[in-house]
């Protein structure tokens, strides 16, 4: 399975990006795809998930309501719709997924791909 994060970019504080996080695998429909983030010099933290079948999806607290996660199954594509992005938000935006089939997996140690980070800097 290969995990292809695009998106990322220079925004200004109040505005908005969209990260795509493209996959492969056959059985895309049955993984829970997540977004972390990292920020210089801090740990990776969760960001959202979206699990399979009926995409139920789970937000980090700092989210606030400002992010919308979604999934385009026949894609095999997820979504991160950013809002309100603030200076705070800056940082290597990466997607996981949990491939065990309707595993369910959100969390950092229940993903077994990674995909390679996509810087998202947000300017004051």
């Known amino acids: 399975v290969q995990l292809q994060a695009s998106g990322g970019g220079l925004v200004q504080a109040g505005g908005s990006r969209r990260l795509s996080c493209s996959a492969s695998g056959r059985a895309f429909n049955s993984y829970t795809v997540a977004w972390f983030r990292q920020a210089p010099g801090k740990e990776r933290e969760f960001v959202s998930a979206?699990?399979?079948?009926?995409?139920?999806?789970y937000y980090g607290d700092f989210v606030k309501g400002r992010f919308t996660i979604s999934r385009d199954n026949d894609k095999k594509t997820v979504y991160l719709q950013m809002n309100s992005l603030q200076p705070e938000d800056t940082a290597v935006y990466y997607c996981a997924a949990d491939t065990y089939p309707y595993g369910g997996a959100c969390g950092y140690y229940g993903m077994d791909y990674w995909g390679k980070g996509t810087l998202v800097t947000v300017s004051s």
């Open positions: 979206v699990k399979y079948g009926v995409g139920t999806t």
